[in-house]
């Protein structure tokens, strides 16, 4: 391929879902986002999971202050939605997926 030719990338959410160990919260918030992520992001997201215990560094790097914690990276504006995720309106809305149908609908 030649160079500046590449296809753009089809990525339209970057997520850091930060999380405290395998709690019962955390295992939720994990589940919950991986779900929407599929029925409404498929093949359009960069989620990462960081566990502040094994890297505290990154609780500093995204400002947070309570675990789990969803940091919306893009699009932009950047957003911190705290909780186990099991408010799918309020996290479709906090991804501005709330308008967008999911990716099994035509």
Do not use: W
């Not at 990462?48 to 932009?76: C, N």
Request: charged share 25%.
């Amino acid at each position: 391929m030649i160079p500046g030719t590449e296809p753009p990338s089809e990525i339209t959410h970057r997520l850091r879902l930060i999380v405290a160990g395998s709690t019962i919260r955390s295992r939720r918030a994990i589940e919950n986002l991986r779900r929407v992520c599929t029925q409404h992001l498929a093949g359009q997201s960069d989620l990462e999971i960081i566990d502040i215990y094994q890297q505290p560094r990154f609780a500093r790097e995204y400002d947070v202050v309570a675990a789990p914690t969803l940091v919306k990276l893009l699009p932009l504006p950047v957003r911190r939605i705290v909780g186990d995720l099991s408010e799918e309106d309020r996290l479709l809305r906090a991804l501005d997926l709330a308008a967008l149908p999911s990716a099994g609908e035509v």
